[in-house]
Structure formats: C-alpha cells, structure tokens
C-alpha cells in the first residue's frame, strides 16, 4: 500500500475540526498529521509538519484562511491548499485562489466529500464547490476588485479595525 496523503487541518472550532478529521480518517488513503486553530499556527505547522494537503478554513480571528496561505505559498510554492469556508461570495472564492488555494469547497455542502476534494487537490488539480460555479454567472461583466481591495476586504472580515488593518498592510 502506498504512503496515506498527510492533511493539516485548520479551523478555529474545535469541534469542526474534530468531525472533518472523522470523514478523512475514514479514508485509509488519508491520514491527518495535524490541526491548527488560526492562521498563524497553520503558518508554524505547515513548516513543521510538511503535509501533502492543508483544509485551511478562510475566516478565522486574526491573519484569517487566504493569508495563512499567501505566507504559506511565498515560502512554499508546491504546498497544496484546499480552502474551506461558510461564504460563497465569488470575491472571496476569487481571492483564495488568486493566493494560490487549489480548491475552494463549502462546509454547508449537503454532499460535501472532504476525501475526494482533498485528493484531487493532491493529485494537482482544481476544485471549486459545484455551488459556487452554479451562481457565477457567465459573462458576467460587473467590476472586480483589486488584489489590494480584496486583501482589505477580507481583513475587515476577519474583523480587524481601521488601525489594524492599516498596521497589518504597513501603511
């Protein structure tokens, strides 16, 4: 048999990571090395542990899901980062990927399958949620925000004021 896909699972609630680590233990394929509760633990467990995946949940308190995996990829270009959210707002869809997520899946998906998603990440392809690409429209032609406006943005998400956000972006 060969070697499982190593999975950094990070999510603020406890309890949440506790049911994906379930459903991906379930698989003899996968074996979950390690759990993070905010961006910056991800950030040291990544670089600790090397997994082949990281289920990375995009809002969290403080440096959130898309900037854990912007600090992960500028050191780590070759990680694999499926990112794991409540929101389905296609900026946010469109910044996780921008950052270099390969995947962006809905905890809300009634017939979410963590295993495969996490798998096809591996294997280097793409995963959106099929809601997410049901509610983009083609040729949708509304104007998009910058990377700049979109990191601002999911700061202001991740609940940082004014000040911070400021001291966080160096302005």
Known sequence: MSTPISVLLVDDHALVRRGFRRMLEDDPALAV???ASTGDEAVA?????????????SAMPGMGGIGATRAILAKHPEARVLMLSMHSEETLVRQALAVGARGYVLKSALDLDLAAAVKQVHAGEQVVDPAILRQTAVGDERPRLTPRELEVLQLICDGLSNKEIAVQLGL
């Open 33 to 35: 090395v390690g759990e």
């Open 45 to 57: 467990r990544y670089l600790e542990l090397r997994p082949d995946v990281v289920v990375m949940d």
